[in-house]
Structures are given as structure tokens and as C-alpha cells.
């Protein structure tokens, strides 16, 4: 049988509101999530053996490969489907680890999408679900890989017409852990920063189909990435990465992406965005910039 292939392109937390954390431990979150044109790349050889190997020029960074992601989605999803075809995935990395864009996170959808594709299985299968929630908090998004107002731990999902937007990113190659961060925040066990009434004013106040960028900017910039000044504070190069992006030439919406260190800058052209990813190389050639579109 040929081999399938499937991308896991780069989460981008357009906001990110963090609006308490549970007596469980988790926090819950409201964030406009939407997708980039940069991806990993995932190939699917379908065979008796469940394995996974690394290539591309990021695939050192990953760790050990038991570890990853992509085979935690495919063993959980074994546990659920009686029989279920698996293989031999190889993961071309070329995405940013521990960047705040969902990398390990889109990795572990790509598979999830390759194994229902091999076992026929429907997306919306509610196993295929509840497998993504378990692997990570950033896999259900990752699974549909379309704008969405997401909300609770993940399991949220209330998709969005976005636009075309363009735009850079950026990441100062310095990995940044989730719990870290988090960790930063300082928030108890049960403490709510904003109530379940603001979540859904916000999530109905986002710009309808067929609204144009300028729209969905002007809305954007109403909102924060609340994990954005504790990130700064233990990778304090996530505001040299911040300060940067500001000094583009009309540049429009600046912030940063996830628990970080990958920090995004919104243009009203792609001329523009082409134009800032070339001066951000030119000045900072140990950085990793894309230069492309969200959506």
C-alpha cells in the first residue's frame, strides 16, 4: 500500500486568555487560534509495526523518539479501535520545539488524521477525539487545523471565518516549557481570573464571515496573551523577539504565540510581511522567521 502524508502546521494563539485554574490542577483558557502556512510533514507506511523516525532540520530537537507525541496519540488511539492498522511514521521536523506554536501538537493530529484515513474512520469519531484531548491540550485544535475560538482545557472548539492574514513569525531558537510558564503565572488551585459569562461575550464578539482584515486586526489587538509577561520573565530574549517585530516597517498586530518563545507580527500585505521577514533575517541570522500567512 502507498504511503499517506499529512501536515502539522504551526498553531498561532492570535489571544490568549487564561481564565483560571481548576481544583485539578488544569487551567482553563479562551484563545483565537489559527494556523500558518509552515507545517511538519508526516508519512505513514502502513505495516505490522508501530515506529516512528526523525528527519529535517530540526528532528535533534525532538528528544528521544519513545517519547513522542505522534506515537502516544497512536497507541492511545490502539487502545480504543480493536484492530486498529498502524506502521511506520516518519516526522520530518522542521518546526520550532517547545516554541508555543503547537509543533508536538500538530504532529500528534497529523497522525491521528493518517490512522483514521488507513481505518476509515471519521474525524469527528468521538474515540479520535478523545484521544487528541488526552495526548495534549493543543491536539483537538490541531485535528480540524482551522481557526477556531477555543476554550476549557482544549476541548472547546468553535470555528471561525479568518481571513488570509499575513504574516512573520519568529522564534529565538530558545525552548520554553509550558509548565514553566504556567508555573510563572502563580495561579492556586480553583483561583478564576475572569468568570464563564466574560468567555462567552468575548467568544461572540469576534468579526463574522466575510469580515476583512482590518476587522479581524482591530478586533485582535482588543485582546492579550496573558502567558506573555511570565515568558518574558524566564526567557527575557521573548521581549528583544517582541521589540523587534515592532520595528518593522507597518507592521499592524504584535504578540506573542502560546506559552512562547515564538512571537508573531500581523500585516496589512503580504508585500509587507515578505519585506519584514527579510530585514528580521538580516538582523538576527540565529533566529527562525517564516514569513507567509495565517488562517
Do not use: Y
Not at 502524508?5 to 481548576?22: D, Q, S
Not at 528532528?59 to 492511545?76: F, I, W
Not at 480553583?190 to 479581524?216: C, K, Y
Request: net charge negative; charged share 20%; hydrophobic share 45%.
Amino acid at each position: 500500500m502507498p504511503a499517506l502524508i499529512e501536515e502539522g502546521r504551526a498553531k498561532v494563539n492570535l489571544t490568549l486568555r487564561v481564565v483560571g485554574r481548576r481544583v485539578d490542577g488544569f487551567h482553563d483558557l479562551e484563545s483565537v487560534v489559527a494556523f500558518a502556512d509552515c507545517a511538519d510533514r508526516l508519512t505513514l507506511q502502513p505495516g505490522p509495526e508501530l515506529s516512528l523516525s526523525m528527519t529535517g532540520p530540526l528532528a535533534d530537537a525532538c528528544g528521544d523518539t519513545s517519547d513522542n507525541l505522534v506515537l502516544k496519540a497512536a497507541r492511545l488511539l490502539g487502545e480504543r479501535v480493536v484492530d486498529l492498522e498502524v506502521g511506520h511514521f516518519t516526522l520530518e521536523k522542521v518546526l520550532p520545539v517547545a516554541a508555543g506554536i503547537g509543533g508536538g501538537s500538530a504532529d500528534a493530529a497529523a497522525a491521528l488524521r493518517l490512522l483514521a484515513r488507513l481505518n476509515e474512520l471519521a474525524l469527528d469519531d468521538s474515540r479520535i477525539m478523545e484521544v487528541a484531548l488526552q495526548t495534549g491540550a493543543d491536539v483537538p485544535v490541531c485535528v480540524a487545523s482551522r481557526a477556531c475560538d477555543m476554550t476549557g482545557v482544549g476541548e472547546g472548539l468553535l470555528p471561525l471565518d479568518l481571513p488570509k492574514m499575513p504574516c512573520v513569525l519568529v522564534n529565538p531558537r530558545v525552548p520554553v516549557a509550558t509548565k514553566d510558564v504556567f508555573n510563572a503565572l502563580g495561579l492556586r488551585h480553583g483561583e478564576l481570573l475572569i468568570g464563564a459569562t466574560d468567555v462567552m461575550m468575548q467568544a461572540s464578539s469576534w468579526p463574522e464571515a466575510g469580515r476583512a482584515v482590518d476587522d479581524w486586526i482591530a478586533a485582535l489587538s482588543r485582546g492579550t496573551n496573558d502567558l506573555e509577561a511570565p515568558a518574558a520573565r524566564i526567557e527575557p530574549v521573548i521581549s528583544d523577539v517582541l521589540s523587534a517585530l515592532r520595528d518593522t516597517r507597518d507592521v499592524r498586530l504584535v504578540r506573542m504565540s502560546g506559552s512562547g518563545a515564538t512571537c508573531f507580527a500581523v500585516f496589512g500585505t503580504d508585500a509587507d510581511a515578505q519585506a519584514a521577514g527579510e530585514q528580521l533575517r538580516a538582523a538576527h541570522p540565529g533566529w527562525w522567521v517564516h514569513a507567509g500567512t495565517l488562517s
